[in-house]
Each structure stands twice: as structure tokens, then as C-alpha cells.
């Protein structure tokens, strides 16, 4: 689900950060995976079809996009060699003979002109250096016609219990940083989060697609992130994201309680909001 361009923020997915999400890629999918009913449903994805997905990730969408268009094909792309690996795997292990994956930027990346029926993207669009650009480039990617549909965080309101969850837990575990001092936050995991913002409002919605594409659409849409089988799980996974990190027993609790609120039979689920963005790839579009 990552797709960037440039060093600066290149590095980091084939780095640290890559790793980390390619070593726990079905921990991601459980989180993210109350998005997929909408995103597919808005693709619209038959039989034939061809499709691209755009910051594939470790691939799930891209398998989920082959299934539907068999006997289409879809094909992922992300920046994250340690992503691009994992899908491969993830799609030889389970025999999807019709999704392939290439390692490269979306915004840059030379696709076959015309060669998509529908692009995707389940929170793989925000880290772009240059949106107007990269979208322009997908355009160039899809037949005249052809179908966007992605997923992106909306900016969280002050009733976000994602927000109020994960910033909860941020303050109980930067309270036990060494000598009451404030935990460093890791540079790349930064950078990252100030990236998923990028297109956490509409009109930055309609800024990077107007030149190319017509019958955009932007719609609110409420889903549950899942974050663990139970607190103490969900503790487990928020921590390895820093795994040099030690805490107390008490820190451990008291993270743990931080979660326990949200605890169900699904698992640890807080309510979060995305954006459904959908358009249609302009005849007249300058690519």
C-alpha cells in the first residue's frame, strides 16, 4: 500500500518501514481490510477486466482484483522492494495464476498506454511527491473510459476513536521514555504519517484529479481498523513498529488498558473514516 517517489521518501519503504510492513503484511490486511467491501464495490471489477493497483502493498488487493477479473488479469505496483517480494510469495502460495507485480513509481512508472480498464488503490495515493502528476501518469495508463477507484484517510474529527486511541497510547508510552524524557519518533514512521494527510480533504481530492479526469466523486465512508486479537495482542503489533523500544510491566498494562475499550469478539476495532474516491479518466485529457 505504498507507492512513492524520490530518496527521501524511497528509502524508508525499502528500508525499516518496508520490512516491518512485508514481516507483518497479514496484520495490515486484517487492519485495513473493513475498506475492501467498499473498495470493490466501487471498482466494479468483471470478468476480463484488467486492472492496476496502484501501491499494492504486499498484494492482497491485487489477488482479491485477479479473482474478480479472471480471466482479466491485475497487476500491483509499489515502490517497496520487501512488499513487492512478499506479494510474489503471498501469490504463489496461493495459486492466483493472473496478478503479477512490478517493483517501481507509480508516478513515473512507463505503463502500457491504454492498458487498464480500472485502476485501484486501497491507501496506496497519498504518498506521491507530485499528485497531479502521478495521477496523470495512471491516466495514461487507462483506456479513455477507464475507471479510478481509491481509498484515503479523511482528516480524523475530534470524536475519531482511532485518533483518541492511538494518541492515548502515544502519551502513556512517551510517559516512560528514559528519565521522563520524550520518546524520539522514528523519522521514516514520521514522515509517513505526515504523507497519509496528503489527501485528507476533498479539494486536495479534486486539486490532483481535475486535469485528467471527470465524474470525480468523493465520499465519506466509516470503517473499524482492526489492530489486534485482544489488548494485549494489539500491544504486541503497535510496539513492534519500534522494536528497540523497551517498557515497564506497568507501561505494558497501562497500554493495554488504553486498548481494552475497544476490544470485541473481532478483535480490538476502532472507528476510523476514509474518503471513497471515484472517477472516470477524461477523453480529452492531456497525457
Known amino acids: 500500500m505504498t507507492t512513492t517517489t524520490g530518496t527521501r521518501r524511497g528509502d524508508p519503504w525499502n528500508g525499516a518501514l518496508g520490512r516491518h510492513w512485508a514481516a507483518h503484511d497479514q496484520r495490515f490486511d486484517a487492519m485495513l481490510g473493513d475498506i475492501d467491501d467498499a473498495l470493490f464495490a466501487a471498482a466494479d471489477i468483471g470478468p476480463g477486466d484488467r486492472v492496476l493497483d496502484i501501491g499494492c502493498g504486499a498484494g492482497a488487493t491485487t489477488r ?3 479473482r474478480l477479473a479472471a480471466p482479466g488479469h491485475a497487476v500491483g505496483v509499489d515502490i517497496s522492494g520487501p512488499l513487492v517480494e512478499r506479494a510474489r510469495a503471498r ?8 496478478a503479477a507485480y512490478e517493483l517501481g513509481d507509480a508516478q513515473t512508472h512507463r505503463f502500457p498506454p491504454g492498458g487498464y480498464d480500472v485502476a485501484i488503490s486501497r491507501g496506496g495515493v497519498m ?23 481509491f481509498v484515503c484517510p479523511r482528516a480524523p474529527g475530534p470524536q475519531s476513536e482511532e ?3 492511538l494518541g492515548l497510547f502515544a502519551r502513556r508510552l512517551a510517559e516512560d521514555a528514559p528519565d521522563g524524557a520524550q520518546a524520539e519518533a522514528d523519522p521514516d514512521a514520521r514522515a509517513a504519517h505526515t504523507a497519509m494527510a496528503s489527501l485528507a480533504e476533498p479539494y486536495q481530492v479534486h486539486a490532483a484529479l481535475h486535469r485528467t479526469y471527470e465524474r470525480i466523486a468523493v465520499n465519506p465512508v466509516d470503517v473499524h481498523t482492526r489492530w ?3 489488548p494485549a495482542d494489539a500491544v504486541d503489533f503497535l510496539l513492534s513498529r519500534t522494536p528497540r523500544r523497551q517498557v515497564s510491566a506497568a507501561t505494558r498494562a497501562a497500554l493495554e488498558d488504553t486498548l481494552r475499550p475497544y476490544a470485541t469478539a473481532r478483535g480490538v476495532r476502532t472507528r476510523a473514516g476514509v474518503w471513497l474516491v471515484t472517477a472516470v479518466r477524461r477523453d480529452d485529457a492531456r497525457v
Open 91 to 98: 501469490t504463489a502460495e496461493e495459486g492466483v495464476g493472473n
Open 64 to 66: 482479491t482484483a485477479a
Open 228 to 230: 489486534g486479537d485482544s
Open 127 to 149: 504518498f506521491f511527491d507530485d499528485h497531479v502528476t502521478a495521477f496523470a501518469n495512471v491516466a495514461r495508463a487507462l483506456r479513455r473510459g477507464g475507471r479510478l477507484v
Open 163 to 165: 485518533s483518541t486511541a
